[in-house]
């Protein structure tokens, strides 16, 4: 060999050792069908592993970063579809190549919709396999570039933050920090307002999840059968109106977080589901046989007092304990009274930016009122008044004229207390209107339930949660009622 084809050898060598970054498994029971992928892709400076297994394949992709995984679907020890199972399960991105000596079209699309990047009959043309291996880890490294690049735009541009600087609140955020690394379940506690489901986006954004979805789901919104199909899903045919599958919230927040607002307001029904979900890892959707696995973490917020409702057995205790696993309490706003001052800054800016306008500023006796009133909606009525105060106050400054009676006069708070001033909260008039349509029902219950849209089962939790009481005939006095002199 000539020294120029010796310095062409050791370049064409120094260029493929470095070039060897991708690696794909190729996992077949056929030793020799390996054996020529193998050196197929190996001419494209990629690394090949091989797995004669599907148990294999699986110890290998738990321990390997892969580009890519080839896999046969039928084998001796089991099924390539339970290697893309795997994956999907583990590392939703990874691109999956399924190889069959049995076509059709319909495994085609079969394959497909379970996540397969593409499905190649055998024998196959060894530029058609090149071509798609090519594509998949060029698939691979766009991903993670775009993955990259939201996480650089994230820290650029801020999404809705923690607004603080108070002991009480910088210890929660602590902990909500260190609890971030990991996958156990949260339970965020605190009164409405206070921003639980803010905590549950910080937790998950600080997790290793945070490239994955972000679902949340208020659970006392809905009625038992809606919310049963929300959460876990429902198959074609279950019920009247199911006239296609539906995926459950579980299996969108797959490979991310699952946030379930107003845990307490679930019924018994539900917290069992609930339970085995987070038991087995798993979900069976209404009207299925096969249960599907999930991979999702879950954090729970309620602002009720579940210890309490278990005692009672209104709440499954074993439930409570898998979600309280690491407790998390927001505190109410009149508790940090130090932090208002900033969110009140944080808000003028925000509402003065929504409305297009300059900057507006409080007067310093409207900024005394905001800092001792109790606030019983909590950040959320603060919130509310700063922004309603920008809409209403034409000029520059805002005087404490323009904030409502209830702040001015620093009336007492309670969280059943309007937020705006004296006027009721939703809560207080849903509870309302729930004996309003009792009364008129003669406290019938199926058609009570009928006529406010809920079940019978969630009336009775409301009815319960309202500590709606009696007189002595038995109907509870409705505060719709005229009266009496």
């Known amino acids: 060999m000539s020294k120029g084809e010796t ?13 060897v970054q991708k690696r794909v498994l190729i996992v077949d029971d056929e030793e020799n069908v390996c054996d020529v992928v193998a050196r197929l ?5 990629v690394k090949v592993l091989q797995s ?20 046969d679907i039928r084998m001796p020890s089991g099924s390539g579809i339970d290697v893309l199972e795997h994956v999907r399960s583990t590392d939703p991105q990874l691109p999956v190549v399924l190889l069959t000596a049995q076509a059709s079209l319909q495994s085609a699309v079969d394959a497909v919709n379970k996540g397969a990047f593409h499905f190649l009959h055998k024998p ?9 291996v090519s594509n998949a880890i060029e698939m691979r490294r766009a991903r993670r570039e775009n993955a990259f690049l939201r996480r650089e735009l994230r820290k650029k541009v801020p999404t809705r933050r923690i607004i603080g600087k108070s002991p009480e609140l910088q210890e929660v955020l602590r902990l909500a920090e260190r609890v971030a690394g990991s996958d156990c379940t949260v339970l965020i506690t605190g009164e409405s307002g206070t921003g639980k489901e803010l905590f549950a986006r910080f937790i998950h954004q ?14 006392g919104a809905l009625p038992e059968n809606l919310l049963e199909s929300e959460l876990f899903g429902h198959l074609k045919g279950s019920f009247t109106s199911a006239h296609r599958n539906k995926e459950g919230l579980f299996q969108v927040a797959n490979g991310g977080t699952l946030f379930l607002d107003e845990i307490g307001e679930t019924t018994p029904a539900i917290q069992v589901k609930l339970l085995r979900a987070l038991q087995e890892r798993e979900v069976l959707p209404v009207g299925g046989t096969q249960p599907i696995p999930t991979d999702v973490r879950v954090l729970a917020a309620t602002n009720s007092n579940l210890e309490e409702r278990v005692s009672v057995n209104e709440f499954r205790a074993d439930l409570f304990y898998r979600l309280n696993v690491v407790p998390l309490h927001v505190p109410p706003l009149r508790r940090r009274a130090d932090d208002i001052p900033l969110l009140v800054e944080h808000f003028l800016r925000k509402a003065c930016e929504g409305e297009g306008i300059s900057l507006k500023r409080f007067e310093k006796e409207a900024r005394e009122h905001l800092k001792e009133h109790r606030w019983p909606g909590n950040v959320r009525e603060l919130e509310n008044i700063v922004e309603r105060a920008v809409i209403l106050v034409d000029g520059e400054l805002i005087s404490a004229d323009a904030l409502p009676t209830a702040v001015r006069t620093g009336a007492p708070g309670h969280p059943s ?10 809560e207080e008039l849903e509870r309302r209107y729930i004996i309003k349509v009792l009364d008129e029902s003669g406290w019938r219950k199926k058609r009570a339930s009928q006529v406010l849209g809920i079940d019978t089962s969630t009336l009775y939790r409301k009815i319960q ?21």
């Open 52 to 71: 004669f297994s599907v148990s294999g394949a699986i110890e290998i992709i738990d321990r390997e970063t892969l580009d890519c995984v080839i896999t």
């Open 124 to 132: 196959f043309r060894s530029e058609q396999l090149r071509t798609i």
């Open 417 to 426: 207390e309007g937020l705006m001033g004296g006027q009721p909260s939703l």
């Open 206 to 219: 600080r997790s290793r999840r945070d490239e994955r979805p972000f679902v949340s789901i208020n659970c």
């Open 465 to 485: 949660r309202y500590r709606l009481g009696s007189d002595s005939s038995g109907q509870p006095s409705s505060v719709f009622a005229p009266s009496r002199g």
């Open 41 to 45: 892709l190996e001419r494209d400076y």
């Open 7 to 19: 310095a062409l050898s050791h370049a064409l060598e120094s260029r493929r050792a470095t070039a």
